[in-house]
């Protein structure tokens, strides 16, 4: 017997079949992305006689839609599970300030590089050729950069006299302008390297000795070279020179601090007198290239008593490049002796400026300490003949040129060398 397809027993079954059919396919209607469909109900076909039971499936399908939450419910959670994972696999914020630092200090370094004609905030700024048709058209005058401070301080008083004399600008390397510029206020300007490659130079050797040629010198684009340092091609210029080689303020200033502190037998001392030592390589290059000595204890003792002959307690600032070998050999007992250089000769500025402070100087070879009594003025005391008369020194080095009349000699002690001389 048939049962017809109004009745509603048939009626709920196919309800039911379409129910079970529409969640047949996943447990979880949002997991390939469609919407969830609505549940069907069976609909009776009359309103009267006895209603079938709900089918035990309503129960579990309103669980499960229960259960569900909205999209997009969970981000907070989310959003903090990446930051712990970020945090986790990012360095710490230490480590990322140091990278920073790191970064700003190789970025000055490097700029430094690039920039080194361009002085610190306290020197004069300088103007710089950058261009061939910038150059003069009368031509001008440069010279080569070689050597420690003391040569190049020589090189670029020479330089700057010779250029007055024969009526053309002067333009000094950049190497140079860097050496000089954070210790002195020069004002010559600077030749770019790039342009300095450019030119085509007529190179012009100097001696240590002005001589008469020097005062007419041929030539557009002329480059001296050599070592000059004698007093001879600048002396006449003097207020010029040490206009030129004053010190930075705060260079002064710091060289000054250190002096006013100092104390002798517990008062403070009213004559200072600079002593510089040099040694390093010439220890070595004196007796075995130049026939020659470098300056010993003998020499030191006397040179410091003829001062304290001339002023009443006098106390004697030491600098050297070998301050160990000093504090052994330079007679400290009277209490006027000071060790204060730091020999450093990659930054010489501190040693140099104390010395320049000081009323008199103690030099015993070489250029830093010739320019340091040349700035300082007073009197000076330097080793004389501290070379074999057959020394090939003599040849290219000539003591009255070098030394100024006024200052006193003490000769050397040449009885080890005089012994190895044929």
Known sequence: ????????????????????????????????????????????????????????????????????????AGWPRRLRAAINRCRAACPPLSSFFFLVLIFVVSSIFHCHQRLALVPGPWAYSARVVLVPKHLPAEGMFTINSKGRLGNQMGEYATLYALAKMNGRPAFI????????????????????????????????????????????????YVRFTGYPCSWTFYHHLRPDILREFSLHEHVREEAQAFLRGLRVHGGRPRTFVGVHVRRGDYVHVMP???KGVVADRSYLQQAMDHFRAQFESPVFVVTSDDMAWCRANMEAAPGDVV????????????????????????????????WAAYLAGGDAVYLANHTLPSSPFQVVFKPQAAFLPEWVGIDADLGHTRHKDP
């Open 1 to 72: 017997m048939s049962v017809p397809s109004t009745h509603p027993l048939s009626l709920h079954c196919r309800s039911l079949t379409q129910v079970i059919r529409s969640h047949s396919g996943s447990s979880n209607p949002q997991r390939d992305g469609s919407s969830p469909r609505p549940l069907m109900k069976p609909t009776p076909a009359f309103r009267h006689g006895p209603q079938p039971a709900p089918p035990p499936e309503t129960v579990w399908l309103v669980i499960a839609v229960a259960q569900r939450k909205p999209s997009g």
């Open 173 to 220: 390397p950049a190497s140079m302008h860097s050496a000089l510029a954070p210790i002195f206020r020069i004002s010559l300007p600077v030749l770019h390297s790039s342009t300095e490659r450019g030119v085509r130079w007529q190179n012009y050797h100097l001696n240590d000795w002005m001589e008469e040629r020097h005062r007419h010198i041929a030539g557009r």
């Open 288 to 290: 075995k290239v130049w």
């Open 339 to 370: 060790f204060a250089g730091n020999g450093r000769q990659g930054s010489p500025g501190k040693d140099f400026a104390l010395l320049v402070q000081c009323n008199h100087t103690i030099m015993t070879i070489g250029t830093f300490g010739f």
